[in-house]
């Protein structure tokens, strides 16, 4: 069964550096997100993304964050400059369309020091 | 604001009870209602949806429009059933955004 998958699945990094999450999606799907959990707290929804473009974001996703489909697999996640705040898993998730349901992947946890 | 509350982070019981975890949400609109697991060490995955109303792994949930609420239930729990509990809820039109509750931790006891 085709399932999403992010790579990597640990990311250490110094404050202020710069970080790229890899995720690669159900290869038939076109809705492409990044959701993120900080310890002990909800998981919470950064962006989506459809047709090369942001369709949503939350006010989390602000000019730090940027988002990529370099090529026909792979969906990316940038923090320009890291804080220690961003220390979370990130899940990437696909879906056929936007009424349908939303696979995940496993999650990279990004630990900020 | 849009808020999905699950009202207990732990949730013990024994092989064989029955077992309901608890979801409240607030949405002035018409949600869509979801719940998602995570066993250990494995990615978040669907476990239903309230529009198909059907029944996995022997837990159904109903949406409960009067209450806010889409709790989850299933008879008589198994092992295999220990795992965190995500509810959810996405808007109905135009945004496809998944909003979670914190999560419950399901334990079954043998």
């Known amino acids: 069964e085709p399932e999403v998958t992010q790579t990597p699945s640990h990311q250490v990094t110094q404050m202020g550096q710069e970080v790229i999450l890899r995720c690669v999606p159900i290869?038939?799907?076109?809705?492409f997100y990044w959701y993120r959990q900080i310890l002990g707290q909800k998981v919470e929804f950064l962006v989506s993304f459809y047709n090369n473009e942001i369709s949503e974001k939350s006010e989390i996703f602000d000019d730090q964050f940027s988002v990529e489909r370099p090529d026909g697999s792979n969906f990316t996640l940038k923090i320009r400059s890291t804080k220690l705040e961003d220390s979370a898993m990130y899940f990437c998730a696909s879906s056929l369309d936007p009424y349908n349901e939303q696979f995940f992947g496993p999650g990279t946890r990004l630990t900020v020091l | 604001a849009q808020r999905v509350t699950q009202p207990e982070k732990l949730l013990s019981v024994f092989k064989g009870a029955p077992v309901e975890l608890k979801c409240n949400y607030s949405y002035s609109g018409s949600p869509e209602l979801f719940w998602y697991v995570q066993y250990s060490r494995q990615r978040l995955q669907l476990l239903l949806r309230h529009i198909s109303r059907e029944s996995i792994k022997g837990f159904t949930a109903d949406l409960n429009k009067g209450e806010t609420s889409f709790h989850l239930k299933k008879p008589f729990a198994q092992e295999e059933d220990s795992a965190m509990y995500y509810c959810?809820?996405?808007?109905?039109?135009?945004?496809?955004?998944?909003?979670f509750g914190k999560g419950t931790k399901l334990t079954v006891n043998p």
């Open positions: 290869s038939n799907h076109l809705y």
């Open positions: 959810a809820l996405r808007f109905q039109g135009g945004s496809e955004k998944l909003v």
